[in-house]
């Protein structure tokens, strides 16, 4: 439905960025860092995580793009192996200092700082001293951190955002390191109960140290259509979004496992160990908003018992059609959608399907929601004049926020948006070919060249969103 009378973007509307730190920075063992799990297990195929886009040695430059670009907030998150090489213990000054050098820097140019806790990078010791997010023990050593961000950034940094895609870990197991002699789906859903603890404990500590903060998740989400309006598809598609979507969502803000999720954990022998006092725990900290990172929607279909498992293979190639799709048997399995245009990496475009999930989320939660992921990997091309004219990204873009326009004509609390992402950096599956961003890193997976930063044709286009509020897309 649209609307006849115009619907504008609030005023105050953070008018963002997105990055991540094992992505972005570089400098992976630089000034007492130490490696992260990701750092070890980034694809083997493409550039490592060691130089990236070296942001760690041109914020500053960095930070005057965004000003150029007109950015009001940016969000950026903190590597926990370089505030803490150990994980836990001694804090690394140089690490904390880099952080607090860099929001200053933010604040210095009026751009508000949305920081990101954990976005992937388990210090490489957690994992190698207990089996990081699988021992119970990453509770105390994740809410340490946190007090440690809390108390040096507290002053600064106003919003937060505890743990990335928390529900994308159970689909991209390379996220993580699993213990080869455990059923998998048993130490999914044992991790996701632990992390979700750590989450809850991270708020409840926020509260007490930064009460004028506010903090939230940020969840990677996909609306789940069902490929036909058979009855048998349709509760297919209402399966995959309890599954895929609302078995995080209800622990986030209710503290509850849905009922039917909990009986197949039992059934399966996959239900996580649930302690006294968890409960109580996670329907304690409820969040201040949700941060949505959306990319695409997906469709699902009837997937008869007699099926056979299987996990989903993602395209890392950026060939199309390398995709394949998970089967959970009696629950659903993926399928593609013939109305939506593929990126070559087979991921759905869809914005309209944005909409759909951020009313299905007011619906549900009535919170306020911030877009803290949303974006197009393409190859892009460096013309002989140094232009990147990246028309597809600019279209992508501008169709999902005149949805996010029409979704907050329709009620949706909706405060920010974070495309992914403010600069090339490096993609979890698929390196530097496969770029995102606004500002060009002159770089490819195999030669650092000069690392140069050049506007994109969408740089300008954007800088034009944001001028405007929102007016011209
Ligand atoms: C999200 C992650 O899943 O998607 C980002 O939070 C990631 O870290 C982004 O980069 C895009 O995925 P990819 O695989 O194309 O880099």
Not at 220 to 225: D, V
Not at 248 to 260: E, K
Request: charged fraction near 25%; proline fraction near 4%.
């Amino acid at each position: 439905m649209e609307y006849k009378t115009a619907v504008s973007f609030p005023k105050d509307f953070f008018w963002s960025a997105a990055t991540a730190a094992y992505q972005y920075e570089g400098a992976y063992v630089e000034d007492g860092k130490t490696l992260s799990v990701v750092d070890k297990n980034i694809n083997p195929h493409y550039a490592d995580t060691s130089v990236a886009s070296d942001h760690y040695h041109h914020f500053k430059e960095d930070i005057a793009l965004m000003k150029e670009l007109g950015m009001t907030a940016y969000r950026f998150s903190i590597s926990w192996p370089r505030v803490l090489p150990n994980g836990r213990g001694k804090v690394n000054k140089k690490g904390i200092d880099f952080y607090k050098d860099l929001v200053s820097e933010l604040r210095k140019n009026g751009i508000e700082p949305l920081a990101t806790i954990y976005h992937f990078d388990l210090p490489a010791s957690l994992q190698d001293a207990y089996g990081g997010w699988s021992s119970r023990q990453i509770i105390d050593d994740f809410a340490y951190y946190c007090k440690i961000l809390f108390e040096h950034l507290g002053d600064q940094v106003k919003y937060w955002f505890t743990i990335n895609e928390q529900s994308n870990m159970f689909l991209l197991p390379y996220l993580m390191e699993f213990d080869a002699d455990t059923p998998l789906e048993k130490q999914k859903y044992e991790m996701n109960h632990i992390m979700t603890l750590a989450h809850a404990k991270a708020i409840t500590l926020c509260r007490e140290m930064i009460p004028d903060a506010k903090i939230g998740p940020a969840i990677g989400l996909s609306p789940n259509y069902p490929k036909t309006c058979h009855p048998e598809d349709i509760q297919a598609a209402r399966n995959a979004n309890d599954f895929r979507s609302y078995l995080f969502t209800d622990l986030y803000v209710h503290g509850i496992y849905r009922l039917n999720i909990w009986r197949y954990m039992k059934e399966n022998g996959v239900a996580p160990t649930i302690e006294k006092g968890d409960m109580e725990l996670l329907q304690s900290a409820k969040p201040d908003f949700l941060g949505i990172n959306y990319y695409q929607s997906r469709v699902v279909k009837y997937a008869p018992d007699t099926m056979k498992n299987k996990e989903m293979k993602i395209n890392a190639n950026g060939k199309k059609g390398e995709t394949e799709f998970e089967i959970i048997p009696g629950i659903y399995q993926g399928s593609t959608n013939p109305y939506l245009e593929k990126t070559d990496w087979d991921w759905e475009i869809d914005p309209i399907g944005l909409r759909t999930l951020l009313n299905e989320l007011n619906d549900r939660y009535h919170l306020p929601i911030i877009i803290t992921e949303n974006g197009m990997g393409a190859v892009d091309e460096l013309t002989a004049d140094e232009k990147v004219h990246d028309d597809y990204r600019i279209d992508y873009l501008r169709k999902h926020l005149e949805q996010c326009r029409l979704a907050i004509g329709d009620g949706v609390q909706l405060f920010g948006y974070c495309p992914w992402s403010f600069m090339d950096l490096l993609s979890t599956t698929s390196g530097f070919r496969k770029r995102y961003g606004f500002v060009y890193v002159n770089r490819t997976d195999e030669d650092l060249k000069d690392l140069r930063r050049i506007k994109k044709d969408s740089f300008y286009w954007y800088q034009k969103v944001i001028e405007t509020n929102g007016k011209q897309l």
